[in-house]
């Protein structure tokens, strides 16, 4: 663990990654200390300006505070992006486990399917799931998970193939342990640090979408989001340019700490390709 | 009236056969009909078609452009100030969402500076005709193309420089150097040609992201695209629009990626187009 830390801090860019994101969860988690009341209640006056100690990044059109849906907002962002990520990983790992390790025409077929979900404009389709299953939480981690498992399948397939032809998985198969045992405690520990490194760009992606889909009106209508707040104050950048520029540099701020973590995580568990750099 | 509007749209039939009815019609090119406007999905699509794609395609030419020549300078000032400066311009991007880029333009340029109009494709009422009225729709074009096309400009630039630092290391630009071929000679044809080719096969893949991210700009510019009738429809639950307008941008994403494969064989003379 220790050399690995070290190499991690090596990066610059991937420490101050990992400062921003705990900064964001330290928010999240603090949200309702901070501010102690809902999100969706009127705070003050409707377009108070910014740099202002009742409400210092403004109100909004109906007077609800911007930093106070910032903060809660942050627990829906961070939410979706890990849930939705866990799920995609899972739909992932086992079809690129499946097509990398049983070959032939299943790994044909799981490729085939993996490719027609790769060609499918990924925004439009999750714009239609989640709009035909109506926008909630659970439909919105769904449509973000379909479209973005493919490339996990992809990776971990590769990882597969060419790790389940290495003596030590042959001498498991000699020693007879089980086709479970070989893909899940031989296999997969070996393809895990390709795996780490995408779910963390994973997550910032899965953010960045379901910004766009609150952006359009499609987030929960119960949960405060950085993209319905943007959303909101679209129609009001002339009178009120802060309701629309900080719920942005808080995504901003988020997604860049996430893929600075990820590219700091691929230098660290893999050496020789940071260095030729 | 309930029962007749039920049966008017077919939905008293079972989904399992409501569905078979949709994809045969599909597959006779009728994409069904809008409730809303009454009209069919296709000519809906087909009228807004032309907006979307010049909308896209600047943005592409622009992200092309743009992105392997910033890509190609910070490879050719690899770990100096000009390289940082392009790495972190291109990692900032590709960080923001399309949408807020697009209403930060709009606030800079048409709020506060006045420059750019910031919605709609044309004047309206301007009915202006020739070089006129494409210098308007130029004016109009800018920061929807611009949106669209800062984000895939920073994967671009990202791309054209990993892939050039790992041509400029093999041997055939040693051979090439050890002959006296002339440096800028060496970066355009030796380099530059051989590391375009990941860069054009990630960005036709691309492509389909492109239509997808145009919806979020033609929102924010009120551009009227495929986009923006895919917002409108999304508003008004007109779901046969919504469908329609999924279905065409997929097609148009295959139809893109047969086009990339067989550009492909025109740029690298080893590929044989089968």
């Keep these: 663990m220790k050399p690995f830390l070290r190499a991690y801090a090596r990066n610059k860019g991937a420490v101050l990654g990992l400062m921003i994101l705990a900064l964001v969860a330290l928010t999240a988690a603090l949200a309702n200390v901070v501010f102690p009341f809902s999100p969706w209640d009127m705070q003050g006056a409707p377009f108070q300006p910014p740099f202002d100690p009742d409400a210092w990044l403004g109100t909004d059109s109906l007077g609800r505070d911007v930093a106070a849906g910032i903060a809660y907002g942050a627990r829906v962002s ?43 404009p990924s925004f439009i389709l999750a714009i239609v799931l989640v709009a035909i299953f109506s926008p909630n939480l659970g439909s919105i981690v769904a449509a973000i998970a379909i479209v973005s498992w493919p490339p996990v399948t992809r990776v971990i397939r590769a990882e597969f193939l060419s790790l389940r032809g290495r003596e030590f998985v042959q001498a498991a198969e000699v020693l007879g342990r089980s086709r479970t045992a070989i893909v899940f ?24 979408l379901e910004s766009g889909l609150s952006f359009l009106g499609l987030g929960d209508p119960n949960l405060m989001s950085w993209g319905f707040m943007i959303g909101a104050g679209r129609s009001v950048i002339r009178l009120a340019w802060w309701m629309s520029v900080f719920p942005g540099v808080a995504i901003f701020l988020t997604v860049l700490a996430l893929n600075l973590v990820g590219e700091g995580l691929g230098d660290a568990l893999n050496p020789r390709l940071a260095r030729r750099r | 009236m309930l029962a007749q509007l039920r049966a008017q749209f077919g939905l008293d039939k079972p989904l399992t056969t409501q569905l078979a009815i949709y994809v045969g019609h ?28 010049l909308l896209t395609g600047t943005a592409f030419v622009f992200a092309i452009a743009a992105g392997i020549t910033l890509g190609a300078l910070a490879a050719q000032r690899v770990g100096r100030v000009a390289d940082s400066l392009i790495t972190i311009l291109a990692l900032g991007f590709y960080a923001t969402p399309l949408f807020w880029v697009g209403l930060m333009l709009v606030l800079v340029f ?21 070089w006129a009225a494409v210098v308007d729709i130029a004016q109009y074009l800018v920061l929807p193309a611009l949106t669209l096309g800062l984000f895939y400009m920073a994967v671009y630039a990202r791309l054209t420089r990993a892939s050039m630092l790992e041509v400029a290391s093999q041997d055939f630009v040693r051979t090439a150097r050890a002959k006296g071929v002339p440096e800028g000679r060496i ?6 040609r051989n590391a375009l080719l990941p860069v054009i096969t990630f960005a036709g893949i691309q492509a389909g992201q492109l239509i997808g991210g145009s919806i979020l700009v033609e929102t924010v510019f009120a551009w009227p695209g495929i986009g923006r009738l895919a917002f409108d429809a999304l508003l008004a639950r007109d779901y046969q629009v919504l469908l329609g307008v999924f279905l065409v941008t997929s097609i148009l994403v295959v139809l893109f990626n047969l086009l990339t494969d067989l550009l492909y064989a025109v740029i690298d003379p080893r590929v044989q187009a089968a």
Excluded: K
């Excluded at chain 1, 992932?92 to 499946?98: D, H, M, Q």
């Excluded at chain 1, 405690?185 to 960045?208: K, Q």
């Design chain 2, 187 to 192: 970066l355009r044809r030796h380099i530059l």
């Design chain 2, 26 to 53: 599909v597959l006779q090119g009728d994409l069904g009909t809008s409730f809303r406007q009454g009209r069919p999905v296709l000519g809906l699509i087909l009228e807004r078609l032309p907006a979307t794609l």
């Design chain 1, 185 to 208: 405690r031989e296999i997969l520990p070996n393809a895990l640090s390709p795996l780490i490194v995408l779910a963390s760009l994973m997550v910032a992606n899965a953010i960045l």
């Design chain 1, 78 to 120: 961070l939410l979706i992006g890990a849930v939705s990520t866990a799920v995609s990983l899972l739909i992932g790992v086992s079809l690129g486990a499946i097509a990398g390790y049983a070959g032939g025409l299943l790994d044909d077929a799981v490729m085939r399917f993996t490719e027609f979900f790769q060609t499918i």
């Design chain 2, 110 to 130: 048409s709020v506060w500076l006045n420059w750019l109009p910031s919605f709609g494709m044309q004047t309206v009422g301007a009915d202006l005709h020739g």
